[in-house]
């Protein structure tokens, strides 16, 4: 995955060089943004994946409900009338902690996805226009279409990524929060 990424910058460079003579400074930086905001969708596409692909370890659900009753009757001082209550499982509490870290990498990379979102997806037909527009070399479409197909590629990915999620119930109980204020209720 990191050998990806380290790919990508060099290809981009040698994208906006081929390009200098045919684009406008603008239409360069909005293809830039472009490729920006689909390598920020592929990396909350991959830590979506990821959560939803953690495997949850037998009787976690138990096991957390437990947790949470002697937590509460901790806090409430009344741990003396239990007769001695069951430890938690170390697994469980380093899934849930796995999980917490995880969910919380997921909610800040979708903050800095839909910063500035909206006005790219809202620029992405003008910008199809203007090009229409030009007389590109075969080799400039090309590139074009490549970096919209990426885009849209992994706007669908996260897409799915969010959607397989979002089904997963004992995911639900952890990463609910960030997929509704986060993912879910993004407008264009």
């Not at 239409?27 to 692909?53: H, P, R, V, Y």
């Not at 796995?98 to 909206?118: E, I, R, S």
């Amino acid at each position: 995955m990191k050998i990806r990424f380290l790919v990508l910058p060099a290809m981009a460079l040698a994208f906006v060089s081929s390009l200098a003579g045919a684009q406008t400074p603008e239409q360069l930086k909005f293809l830039q943004s472009l490729e920006g905001k689909t390598k920020n969708m592929q990396t909350c596409m991959a830590i979506a994946s990821e959560l939803e692909k953690m495997p949850v370890p037998a009787n976690h659900a138990a096991a957390k409900e437990t947790a949470g009753t002697i937590q509460l009757l901790t806090k409430l001082g009344q741990t003396k009338t239990v007769a001695s209550p069951a430890p938690i499982d170390p697994v469980h509490a380093q899934f849930a902690a796995k999980v917490g870290q995880t969910d919380a990498q997921l909610a800040a990379c979708g903050k800095q996805l839909y910063a500035g979102l909206g006005a790219i997806d809202a620029n992405v037909k003008p910008f199809i226009e203007g090009l229409k527009k030009q007389s590109l070399k075969e080799d400039e479409k090309k590139r074009i279409s490549q970096v919209l197909g990426a885009y849209m590629q992994a706007k669908q990915g996260l897409q799915t990524a969010i959607g397989l999620l979002s089904k997963d119930i004992e995911m639900q109980k952890y990463v609910s929060n960030t997929l509704r204020s986060v993912y879910l209720n993004q407008k264009p």
